[in-house]
């Protein structure tokens, strides 16, 4: 029975290692959604759009300075984008109400993707990694492991390190958790919370500018990556828990995992009623019985997430609501 | 004493490492009224927590008519005779008035699936809303906004909506916080009335109106509770006053 | 409002007698912008009156659409579904898929909820064109109206008044619906789910049950669509619908009963009006969204109603000219914006790029004028406008204020 096209070892820690490196990049972006959940209470629709943002930034701006200034001017830009976005936009309507902020994002998000659309086109560009970054790490069995997927593991490695430490050991990472819980106490000692609330909300944008910038030339640079990687990181936020880093680590790893091991995979689920009698049965059937693991990769954390919501809704670490 | 109509059994909750509440031993009589008293952050509004199911005890039990209802969701807890009202007001605030009441009768009458008859047509609904709207003196405020009452309109409201579902058991969570001695006096008046026949668990910090509202009297003291008794024993007791009351008399 | 029920009498009245009134395009408007209506009703009672905001509602629309095709093709306009009754087997397998989402949806509350209803949509849609039986693929699936009941159903005309009526009726029913004891909690959910359960009710059983009764509406709205186009693509499944009837419901002010349908429909008939003209109608959309949200929160409805209710101090003459000149300034910054939008869209777009010759930018014409991008009267006019436009109605909302200062 064809669990896997070839069973081979390399091919498992090859998928192992492309869904690590995609999860971390998930959680690059989730990172960011949670940190803005948690202090403003809003879930930033447009985050995800601030990713496509860095990316057609980073592909805007390599022809001019290079790759390597395109990935660091990209999230900045993103970042002046959303404290833009928050100081003229989100706090105008932040009286309404959660629910109208969300919206209003949500509005963002189809308007970002408007612009974009007109500025760059319907179809993807032409982003694309470096030459001089494209050559293989390693090779096994034969197979060469392209350099710049660990690149991209490694920065996304490198920011969690970076904004760990900024929170948990620096003065105003302290500012801003106590923001987080109990912003009028923090207004009261003295520190300006409508700075600090736009200061996590152009670092959040930063982050997801980031990914987008790295990401976007690795994989593909089109106006739809909003909404994919946007679902898919509402996916993440859902099984790991909001209010949680660590489950929305959890999370991302687990559905970039998965992901990368169906992808390789020729499994169906026909196979599996095989092993009670039951193949020709669920063979007849056909539909989603018959299709291959390979087809369904990008349904399974679909799956995941409802699997979840029976089992555990509140998420793997995250808090009752 | 003829068997106790709610019971906490050495009870304990504890949030990680803090222990709110310790071994609570409590046997409320069916149709007193029991208030329960104490210091800021003794673990009253946890113990109401506790008993209206919303948490559930670290440990021990808790019995509602004989039945033990421990760990049972706040819903269930209602639908065996257990109704709360809630310190900070928790009604439905974008509709009217006789809505907010509307709603919590019709569950009484099991209509909440119902969506062939208008509800407007359930005649014996809306004579209990009628009824309750003339116990809570809101008669001629039925169809204003709850949100655009005044505080201890809504107030009044909020005991309104936990007795609609004609409990046995009322846990009213410090229902006079914030009103003035004149509508505090209404809300104890109303408070006697409506709990004729049933059974009132009620924490308050206004002594004047424990001590005049109460049966009994249960005080805790760092989530255990350090005396019961009638309102007299309460007031001589020395650990009590030690405790608590301090220098003054109540 | 003493007068709605005149107004609505009126309208109605308006809509049967619409086809001897308007050309057979508009007439073909007027049946998406019925469909789109019913669809944000159906959007509306889930959102605007049990508050819980779902972001993948196309997914029972294109269930009902899907549904209603193979009926088509299955019954071929007699039988159990002659073609009168075929929305009904787009209600039914909305309310199955509505059942079957809103168990899993309504386990968790407010955005964890939208995320979850997105995720469902976009987990329907990626399957769609792997269940070729079901969805058809890439080409979906068409059918035919076949007559019944001895009317033709071949014109725009039959195809009209099936939709008028089951518009209406659906309208109708979800008006009585919200008058119901399930109605009324629907309310309590948006108030307050958390004292309903202290109350004794099982609070994931009712929303489970008032979303597949929202689903069910979306189901007949998809159906309708598939009878009017006879066929129903994967597409349907797509984010943008379901990001569209959020948009239109919201524009319209969910708080009032008929907002949805009065914002899908003005927004339909926008799109239809605009569509030969821009092609960024999509970002007109969602900037109007965005403006509305910030400016107008209730939506246009909303805002109506509450200032019918509550009307300012000043004269009904002095209210009005306020009215008038705020709409004059803000016409002049949308004619200013939509200049410079259009403008650009002319100038970014992939056939102006291949007309660009060395140093040579050739002329863009708009609005029968031809303007010169490198030149500076482009952008003054569509700046300039947009600038001025914002500063009188700055201006207006300025002496408005000072005025109600000055009477308070």
């Known amino acids: 029975m064809p669990f896997f096209t070839e069973v081979s070892v390399d091919q498992i820690l090859f998928a192992l290692l492309n869904g690590t490196i995609y999860g971390l990049l998930l959680f690059m972006v989730s990172a960011g959604l949670t940190l803005i959940f948690g202090m403003m209470g809003v879930l930033n629709f447009a985050h995800a759009s601030f990713y496509m943002l860095g990316a057609y930034f980073a592909y805007t701006l390599e022809p001019l300075t290079g790759f390597w200034m395109a990935i660091i001017l990209a999230p900045i830009l993103v970042a002046g984008i959303g404290i833009l976005v928050e100081r003229f936009i989100l706090r105008h309507v932040h009286e309404h109400g959660h629910a109208h902020e969300l919206l209003v994002t949500f509005g963002l998000a189809v308007v970002i993707a408007e612009i974009i659309k007109m500025v760059y086109g319907k179809f993807a560009v032409d982003y694309r990694v470096p030459v001089e970054l494209n050559f293989a790490a390693f090779s096994l069995s034969g197979i060469d492991y392209p350099f710049y997927r660990l690149l991209m593991g490694g920065i996304a490695i490198v920011m969690f390190v970076a904004i760990y430490a900024l929170l948990t050991k620096t003065r105003v990472g302290i500012v801003v958790r106590s923001a987080i819980y109990r912003p009028q106490m923090v207004e009261a000692l003295g520190h300006n919370v409508p700075v600090v609330f736009m200061g996590v909300f152009g670092i959040g944008a930063a982050l997801a500018g980031l990914a987008g910038a790295v990401a976007g030339a690795f994989y593909t640079t089109n106006p739809n990556m909003a909404l994919e990687l946007g679902v898919m990181v509402f996916v993440v936020v859902v099984v790991g828990g909001l209010g949680s880093m660590g489950g929305a680590m959890a999370a991302s790893l687990l559905i970039g995992i998965t992901n990368s091991l169906a992808v390789g995979s020729d499994f169906r689920i026909a196979d599996l009623m095989a092993f009670v009698g039951m193949g020709g049965w669920a063979d007849d059937i056909g539909g989603l019985l018959t299709m291959r693991m390979s087809s369904l990769a990008a349904t399974l954390p679909f799956f995941i997430m409802l699997l979840v919501l029976v089992l555990r809704p509140s998420g793997l670490m995250g808090e009752k609501e | 004493m003829s068997d106790p109509i709610l019971s906490l059994q050495h009870v304990h909750k504890s949030f990680g490492e803090a222990h709110i509440i310790r071994d609570v031993n409590l046997d409320v009589i069916p149709g007193e009224r029991h208030a329960v008293i104490g210091p800021n952050g003794a673990g009253k509004s946890t113990l109401f927590h506790l008993c209206s199911g919303q948490f559930a005890p670290s440990e021990g039990r808790i019995f509602l008519n004989g039945k033990n209802i421990t760990g049972l969701k706040p819903a269930e807890v209602n639908r065996h005779g257990l109704a709360r009202s809630f310190q900070i007001t928790n009604i439905f605030p974008g509709v009217t008035v006789f809505e907010n009441l509307r709603l919590a009768v019709m569950r009484k009458h099991n209509l909440q699936f119902v969506f062939w008859r208008s509800a407007a047509h359930l005649r014996q609904v809306n004579e209990e809303v009628d009824d309750l709207l003339t116990k809570l003196r809101l008669t001629d405020r039925a169809q204003t906004l709850a949100s655009q009452l005044s505080y201890s309109e809504q107030r009044s409201l909020e005991i309104g909506m936990t007795l609609a579902s004609d409990p046995q058991v009322i846990l009213l969570d410090e229902p006079m916080a914030g009103m003035s001695h004149e509508e505090t006096d209404y809300t104890a008046d109303l408070i006697r009335e409506i709990t004729k026949g049933r059974t009132l668990l009620i924490v308050e910090h206004d002594m004047s109106v424990v001590f005049a509202l109460a049966h009994r009297i249960s005080v805790l003291v760092y989530g255990e509770i350090i005396a019961t008794g009638t309102p007299d024993e309460i007031r001589g007791n020395a650990r009590v006053k030690e405790a608590y009351l301090g220098e003054e008399a109540a | ?408």
Not at chain 3, 103 to 118: H, Q
Not at chain 3, 186 to 194: F, I, K, T, Y
Not at chain 3, 374 to 389: M, R, T
Not at chain 3, 398 to 404: E, I, Y
Request: contains cysteine.
């Open chain 3, 1 to 408: 409002m003493k007068f709605a029920p005149l107004f609505l009498l009126i309208s109605v009245a308006v809509l049967i007698v619409l086809p001897w009134l308007v050309s057979g395009s508009m007439l073909n408007a007027a049946v998406q912008m019925l469909i789109a209506a019913l669809f944000a009703m159906a959007f509306g009672l889930l959102c605007g009156q049990a508050g819980m905001l779902s972001f993948g509602h196309a997914a029972y629309f294109g269930i009902g659409a899907f549904a209603a095709v193979h009926a088509m093709n299955a019954f071929g306009g007699e039988g159990l579904l002659p073609t009168p009754l075929l929305p009904l087997v787009g209600g039914a397998t909305g309310l199955v898929g509505g059942l079957l989402a809103g168990y899993f949806s309504t386990k968790r509350t407010g955005v964890y909820f939208a995320m979850i209803t997105l995720a469902l949509a976009e987990l329907l849609h990626a399957l769609a064109p792997h269940l070729k039986t079901v969805f058809g693929g890439e080409a979906g699936i068409s059918s035919f109206r076949m007559p019944a009941w001895g009317i033709g159903f071949g014109g725009l005309n039959d195809v009209y008044f099936l939709t008028l009526v089951w518009t209406l009726v659906c309208i109708g029913l979800l008006y009585l619906f919200s008058k119901t004891p399930l109605g009324r909690l629907a309310l309590g959910l948006r108030e307050n789910a958390h004292r309903l359960r202290f109350l004794g009710y099982n609070t994931n059983a009712l929303g489970t049950l008032i979303f597949a009764v929202s689903a069910m509406f979306a189901g007949v709205a998809g159906a309708l669509q598939s009878i009017n186009i006879e066929a129903a693509n994967y597409v349907v499944l797509e984010s943008h619908i379901s990001t569209a009837v959020v948009l239109n419901s919201y524009i319209g002010g969910v708080r009032v009963f008929l907002g949805p349908a009065i914002g899908g429909a003005v927004m339909t008939f926008f799109g239809h009006v605009t569509s030969d003209l821009t092609r960024v109608w999509l970002l007109y959309q969602g900037i109007i969204f965005v403006l509305v949200m910030m400016f107008l929160p209730r939506g246009l409805m909303g805002e109506l109603v509450e200032r019918a209710r509550n009307p300012s101090a000043e004269g009904v003459a002095q209210t009005l000219g306020t009215l008038l000149m705020r709409l004059a300034s803000l016409a002049i910054a949308a004619f200013g914006a939509v200049f410079t939008i259009e403008f650009l869209q002319r100038l970014l777009s992939p056939e102006y790029r291949a007309d660009i010759t060395e140093g040579n930018w050739p002329d863009i014409t708009l609005f029968s004028y031809d303007w010169a991008p490198l030149s500076i009267a482009p952008w003054a006019i569509g700046l300039g406008l947009f600038g001025l436009g914002i500063a009188l109605a700055t201006l207006i909302n300025r002496r408005v204020a000072a005025r109600k200062e000055a009477q308070a």
